[in-house]
Structures are given as C-alpha cells and as structure tokens.
C-alpha cells in the first residue's frame, strides 16, 4: 500500500486512541518524580479522546475533514502540557493534509514535519529530551524514508516509529531528570504509543499494552438515546444550533431497514435529538445540527427529499428574548478572576478572596482547554485574569486565550499559594496593566513547598527514597525525607523559614483538623519568630501546603 484514504486514516487515528487509552496508567507511572501526580498518559488519553469525539461527530470520510476534526477536538480537549504539545502536533496533520484526497509517505512526512515545528513553536523555552525531541527526529526520518517511488506505507512508518523509539531510549542521556528517575520521557513514550496503534490498525495487528501483552478490541457501541426529551429545545445552552426537519420520499428499491437504522446512527454523530421515524416508502427525520447540509447528503442516498424545514435556533431565541440579549452584553463587568485548584477547602478559600469562577483541577487532573475557556465565557467580563496555580496548566491556559473572545491574561502562577497572593493583590479599582503587573510581582515573594508520600523508590537530589516514605518538595526538589509528616515539616522548615515572617499550611483531605492544629502548635514553639496560620485545603495526594512569605 502506497496511499491510504480517508477512511483507513480514521481507522487508524480511532487505532491510536484506544492504544493511548489501554497504556494511559502506564504512561502516568513514567512520571519523572515520585509523587502521586502522574497524569501525562491520563492528559493525552484524554487529548486524543476529544479529538476522537470531534471526528466521529464530523462524519466525514474525507481525510481532510478528519485532519481538521482532530485537531479542533484535540486542542479544545487538550489537558496538561503534553496533551497541549500532542494538539498542536496534529495541528501539522491539519494544515499540511488541507486539500488532499489521499496520504502518501510523503505528504505523511510532511505532516510530522509541520507538527513538529508547531509544536516547538508553541513552547516557550523547548527542551530536548522529551515529546518534542521525538516528534522532530520522527519528522526527519519520515522525510529520508519517503524518498524514492512506490515506497511503501507500511514499511515507511515502521521505519518512521523506529527512529522514534530509538530517540526516546536516549532521552535519560539528554535529561538527567530523567535519567535519575530511570524513565524515558512519558510524553515521547505517549506519543509513540498512539503512532503504534496508527501502524497496528494499518497492518490488521492486535494492539498491546506496553508489557508486550495482546489486546482485543471491542467494537464502540453508541450510547442509547433518551427518547423523553427528544424534541425538547434548551435555546440558552445550544450545542447543534439548526433544527432540520424533511421527508425522504421515493426510496430507492435498495434501502432496507438496516440503511435505515445506519442513517439513524449517522445523525447520531453529527448532532442531537435525532427522530427518524416512517415506512419503506416515507421516513420523516428530525435532527439539531451545526451541518445541515451532511444531513440532507445522507438522505439523498436513501431517496428524495421534500419539505425540507431549516431553523437557526440561536437566532430565534435572539428574536424571542431580544431585552434579555441585550442585557447579557450591558451586564458584562471590567474583570472577572479565574482560578485553577484542587480541594474544596482551596476552592472555598479563593472564592472568599472574590474569585469570580473556580475550575476544578491540579496535579492529578488538569482541566482541558475547553474546560478553561467555557469559565472564561461563563465569567460574563470584558478582562479575565486566569490563575491556572500550576506549570502543567500555564500552557493549556494560553490556548484558552488565544480561542476566547474577550480579553484573557494568563497569570503564570506554578501552585495555589502564589495563586491565593496574586488574587490578594488584585484591585477592581486599578488598571489592567497595574493589576497584571502586582499580581505578577506578587507570586514572586511566595515560597511554596509540599508534603507527600513517594509512590515509587527513587534516588533525585541526594535523597534515597523507598515507596511510602514522606517527602518534602520544593521548586521540583526533594528537600527533606523521613517516615513521619512531622519530621519532614520540621525539615522543610529549617531549610525554608531563614527570612520569612509569615507560614501559612493547608491541610489535605487526608489530614484531620486536630492533626493539622496539633502540629501547627508544636511547629508555633520551634519556630518563635515564624507567625504561623492553618487552613483546611483539602487537596488530595499532598499532606500540606506551605505558603512562606
């Protein structure tokens, strides 16, 4: 096979995206430190799940209308740096694909090519020795694999995987975080993990966990619709924004029930409240859409069309209520303030501070882009300040604003105490400029530290640590290590407090309060000249949070 089409391009993205899915815990576990955070495998799993969404939905065949699907659904599902890195990979796929009918090795080396450069280009400062190192050396080898005639798709883009796993096998050389932890880098691994299943699915291979183990595919099956509300309209929340209704008359003699139901599924991917109901000789349908035009190309395979009734819906609702759009606009305030954080004691602590929208997310779970840009809409402000309290969101946050319609400024706050003291030194009364320029300088006085327990042995920073032994982190260094949370916060402490007036711990969901006042007491008497406060946090995965100013 020198060329593959549209429909075996799906197949194979669709390919991908489970091997992604099966391998995800073991990709997370690649985690260079060892904290109960890993989430890389569960950031792009869930990256390319959306993107899977956005081209089942799309219903094309046509490579591409899949290509551009993909990388909408991926950059608006992108989660964490890794699944925002992987978005704009495919964004290559989506621009270098725009016109074509048909993917040859070489319009495929194209594709990695331009996905790389993008992907460099979206990061500020690159680092060699992770996902982009190895989407580069992919992209230089398809381009010398692609040279010649009739070469073949399937020895191409083993070769292509190859040059990849042997660049993610010297990435522990190129960092030596890496190499400390003894793990490859867990986007590259990622990364090549969909590209895998793509070759799998080509070749008719069965996928395999990273183990080596065999796996069986089950078929997708869609989920049943519920009948109830059907035909039911929430015009302020309107995802498929034209109602279609029409008769399909004249059905040709080759229609069975079964090309029926299949255009029944159809609609099923391409919008909502879908009712396709008649006899062999007329079928009525009705279905809420954004592409009216795909769903009428469907029925014209079944028959004739008549009575063909299409509404914009959002534009009715706009005439309907035209006080209550115009309120919408005049009610739209200066600033708005949106915070990224993780516990609800934490999201009860900003939202006393006057954050506007909190968004549920932090080491474990990092919120999408579209989970970031539906609080920037929901925030109803001309200027949004988002706090995303975490340098694995700082990324997703950016391409949030670059999607949003109203003025988004992306506060680079790496944890939620320096995200607490950006939000203490905003004033509605200020200037834009001003406001961003205090929170900015504010974070910077904030030193933060976590307590956890290491879910692996590791040896990083001149500490030996075993499975289960309380750690203390500091600007991605362990900095203390005992077997009591105690002993660590007493370690943390002598090696942070020199200078500091203030240290403020919030405690986590697997702290009590009596715990957390009991230590705050002790650490009072060994720590005369230290004012120190304890609030609930209830975060997951870290004992305490320490905020030192």
Sequence with gaps: ????????????????????????????????FPVPDGDTGTNMHLTIASAMREVNASGSLLV?????????????????????????IFNGFSHSLEGKAYITPKIFAECLKRGSQIAYGAVMKPKEGTILTVIRIMAEEAESAARGKRVEFESFLARVIEAGENVLQKTPEMLPVLKKAGVVDAGGRGLLTIFDGMYRTLVGEELVLLSGESVTVEPATAPALDSSDMLENDYEHITFQYCTEFFITHLKNEVTTTAIDKYREYLATIGDCVLV??????????VHTNNPDRALNAALALGELDDVKIENMVEQHRRLHPEEE?????????????????????????????????????????????????????????????????????????????????NVLVVPTNDMPQGIAATLAFDSEASLGDNMDNMCDAI??????????????????????????????????????????????????????????????????????????????????????????????????????????
């Design 326 to 406: 115009k309120s919408k606009a005049a009610e739209k305030k200066e600033y708005a303030l949106i915070s990224v954080c993780a516990g609800d004691g934490m999201r009860d602590i900003f939202t006393d501070l006057g954050v506007d929208i909190t968004v549920s997310g932090g080491q474990t779970m990092n919120p999408s882009v579209d989970d970031i840009l539906e609080a920037v809409n929901r925030a109803s402000a001309r200027n949004v300040f988002v706090l995303p309290n975490n340098s694995n969101i700082i990324l997703a946050a950016e391409q949030a604003k670059a999607l949003a319609k109203v």
């Design 1 to 32: 096979m020198n060329k593959i089409d549209g429909l075996k391009f799906k197949e194979m993205l669709a390919g991908g995206a489970r091997a992604l899915e099966i391998n995800r815990s073991t990709i997370d576990k690649l985690n260079v």
């Design 64 to 88: 591409d209308e899949i290509a551009k699907a993909f990388s909408s659904g991926a950059l608006r599902g992108a989660r964490g740096n890794s699944g925002v890195i992987t978005s704009q």
């Design 277 to 286: 109901i008649g006899s062999p000789d007329l079928v009525k349908t009705h």
């Design 444 to 549: 910077t006085g904030v030193c933060t530290a976590e307590i956890t327990h290491a879910v692996r042995s590791a040896r990083m920073n001149g500490y030996t640590v075993r499975e289960g032994d309380i750690i203390g982190i500091n600007a991605g260094k362990i900095i203390a290590k005992n077997s009591t949370v105690a002993h660590v916060m007493n370690g943390v402490l002598k090696k942070l407090s020199s200078g500091k007036q203030m240290c403020t711990l919030y405690y986590g969901e697997d702290v009590s309060k009596n715990e957390a006042e009991a230590l705050t007491a002790s650490l009072g008497e060994l720590y005369p000249d230290l004012e120190i406060a304890c609030y609930y946090g209830g975060q997951p995965h870290y004992y305490y949070i320490i905020s030192l100013e």
